[in-house]
């Protein structure tokens, strides 16, 4: 990567994540050395980037978050890509946050020219993808699970056990494991106070709790 296209991305690196990043998870993210890590920080600074350095856990180099970039232009092969793979996670069945998702692909294809969306379908149109798992999960599921597990709030879920018995359950979602086939829930049950994993294809129905 070219020094002008590597500061540009670490400035890009940096506004994505605005919580404190290490000079050495910078170098292992470009693949540079810490000294090399080190000149292109200086270039940000003397570029007027509003670079910040924190000390002690959890601190690092950030960027002021009141900071913007201008939109980002994505050629049609980084759009193609980013827009099949998230075909595939959709059609995997096994993303909660399909709709979100789709969404997102939409706004990458909108930001491309006519030409480059026409480039972009003869791209896709090359991949296939095998081995789709048959569950899906109802829409109004996906949006409750989404929801409970960015904003960290209480799901109330009607669970079909191993045994097809269905239960009602209080929970918290503290983390997601996607399997090729099937999707885990790790929670915390607020009902028996202890941690319980759930199939996200056997959740029959979900609210939002509070």
């Not at 480039?119 to 899906?136: D, K, S, Y």
């Not at 109330?156 to 503290?174: E, L, Q, S």
């Amino acid at each position: 990567m070219r020094r002008k296209s590597r500061l540009f991305a670490i400035a890009e690196y940096l506004r994505g994540r605005r919580t404190g990043v290490t000079a050495s998870e910078i170098a292992d993210r470009f693949g540079v050395t810490l000294r090399t890590v080190y000149r292109d920080l200086d270039a940000l600074r003397d570029a007027a980037l509003p670079l910040r350095a924190d000390r002690g856990r959890g601190g690092g180099y950030a960027l002021d978050r009141a900071y913007t970039l201008p939109p980002v232009n994505f050629t049609p092969r980084e759009a193609a890509l980013l827009t099949a793979l998230g075909n595939f996670a959709m059609q995997m069945r096994i993303l909660p946050f399909a709709e979100t998702l789709a969404g997102a692909l939409d706004k990458v294809r909108a930001a491309l020219s006519s030409s480059a969306q026409r480039e972009l379908l003869q791209h896709i149109a090359t991949l296939q993808f095998l081995g789709v798992p048959a569950a899906a999960i109802p829409a109004p599921i996906r949006r409750a699970v989404e929801t409970a597990w960015f904003e960290q709030v209480p799901l109330r879920i009607h669970y079909r056990g191993a045994d097809g018995i269905v239960t009602d359950r209080a929970v918290r979602i503290r983390s997601a494991v996607m399997e090729r086939t099937l999707t885990l829930l790790n929670c915390d049950d607020l009902d028996k106070g202890e941690a319980r994993q759930f199939r996200l294809d056997r959740i029959q129905s979900a609210e939002i709790l509070g």
